[in-house]
Every structure is written in structure tokens, then in C-alpha cells.
């Protein structure tokens, strides 16, 4: 008896400490986070499908127009375990508006996506990437943080879903994707990205504050200072 405790024992030991070490190696490749601008829309729905199949986690940047109109996929988005985020009311470039515009397209993004899914947002990203001092003093004013990218995967210019796959393989870790909800090219490459992933060991990640300067890929020398994170 005493035998076969001790031998129930060491297995036990082993499949510890190898789950300990498959859970240290999980994210040996890095942390990337894919982002999402422009929802939720009808397409949102198939995207969710396709995260939920293939375990991805990610931040959608809704509009807050979008939210009113399509609060149930608002709700899922938060209740598939995906972060949320403003990425104004209608679209427009901040830059453009004087600092009371910028505050409204803020606030009612704020007021709609708490009202419809209970969650406080806390990141930020000013549509086309447009961004001046007074986005930035609107944005901390209303206890925002800015996020830009670091990869553009370009889906939005209609570009294959092979395209899309090699903007997410050029991404260093930390980096942050932007993507959106309603190209279908996205769809196709979701997969893809997943099995790249999968295949060299990155986490899909959480958006997170950082002290580092995170360059805007394709605008140098703009910057941000948010990274990808383990959830």
C-alpha cells in the first residue's frame, strides 16, 4: 500500500512540474496584442466566432454610435473575456476639433459602452491614428490612455489574408496589431495568425501602461506608451 502511495506521489510530482514547465514555455515567443477599430458590426459576430475557436483574446476599439446600435454584440465582446475600448463616438480626426468635440466623441463613447456592458474603458485610440497635444490633454483628462500601434496590418486596404498574416510575424514582442472588424480578408487570416502563434510559442496579449516608447511602426518618429502584456 505504502508502495503504491509512494509511486501515486512521484507521478503527481511529474505532471507538476511538467505542467509548470509547459506554463512558463507557453508564451516563450512573446506577447503580441491584436487589436480591433471600428465596431462592433454585423461582422463582429463571425470574428467572435473565429477568436473563440482558435483561443484568442483581444481588444476591440468600438465606436460609440456602434455600441448603440449593436449593444448585444457590444455585450459579447465583453462576455467572450475580450477587453474594450474607445475609439470615439463618430470617427472623426480629433485633430481637427476643438478640445470640447474631442471631449464629447470621449465622453459619450465612455457613457454608452458603461451603460451597455458595465465596463469602465481605459484605453483610447484616436481614429486614423491622428493624434496632437490637445488629443493627448482630452484623452488624460478623461482618465484615458492613448494607444496607437505598432504594426498596421494593412487589412483595411483590401490586401489577402497571407498580407495581413505577415504584418502580425513582423511584430516584435510587446508590439500592439491594428486590425478591424469589418474586413473580410481578417477572417481567413485569423487561423493563420492563430497557428503562427501556436507554432512559435505568443501569447495574444492585454494592453497594459508601459514606461517604454513603443514606436508607431510606419510614422516615425511618433510614439505611444502602451505594450502587450500576459491577461
Not at 48 to 60: K, N, P, Q, S
Not at 154 to 170: F, H, N, P, S, Y
Not at 205 to 214: D, E, F, V
Request: aromatic share 6%; net charge positive; proline share 6%.
Amino acid at each position: 500500500m505504502l508502495k503504491r502511495c509512494a509511486t501515486w506521489l512521484v507521478a503527481l510530482c511529474i505532471v507538476a512540474q511538467s505542467s509548470g514547465v509547459r506554463a512558463s514555455e507557453a508564451c516563450a515567443g512573446g506577447v503580441v496584442a491584436l487589436t480591433f477599430d471600428d465596431g462592433p458590426a454585423p461582422a463582429t459576430s463571425a470574428l467572435l466566432d473565429i477568436l473563440a475557436r482558435e483561443g484568442l483574446r483581444v481588444t476591440f476599439f468600438v465606436l460609440g454610435k456602434h455600441v448603440e446600435q449593436y449593444p448585444d454584440l457590444a455585450r459579447r465582446i465583453v462576455a467572450d473575456g475580450h477587453a474594450i475600448a474607445n475609439h470615439s463616438y463618430t470617427h472623426p480626426d480629433l485633430t481637427t476639433l476643438p478640445g470640447s468635440e474631442i471631449e464629447s466623441e470621449l465622453r459619450r463613447t465612455q457613457q454608452v459602452v458603461l451603460k451597455v456592458t458595465g465596463k469602465k474603458v481605459v484605453f483610447a485610440r484616436p481614429p486614423y491614428g491622428e493624434s496632437n497635444d490637445q488629443v493627448r490633454h482630452q484623452l488624460s483628462t478623461a482618465g484615458l490612455k492613448e494607444v496607437i500601434w505598432t504594426v498596421d496590418s494593412l487589412d483595411w486596404t483590401g490586401v489577402g489574408a497571407k498580407e495581413i498574416l505577415r504584418g502580425v510575424e513582423m511584430t516584435q514582442p510587446g508590439g500592439v496589431v491594428l486590425m478591424h472588424d469589418t474586413s473580410p480578408q481578417l477572417r481567413e487570416a485569423l487561423p493563420l495568425i492563430a497557428k503562427h502563434f501556436r507554432d512559435n510559442r505568443i501569447c495574444a496579449g492585454k494592453l497594459a501602461p508601459t514606461t517604454k516608447r513603443m514606436p508607431v511602426g510606419n510614422w516615425y518618429p511618433r510614439a505611444f506608451y502602451v505594450h502587450a502584456e500576459r491577461w
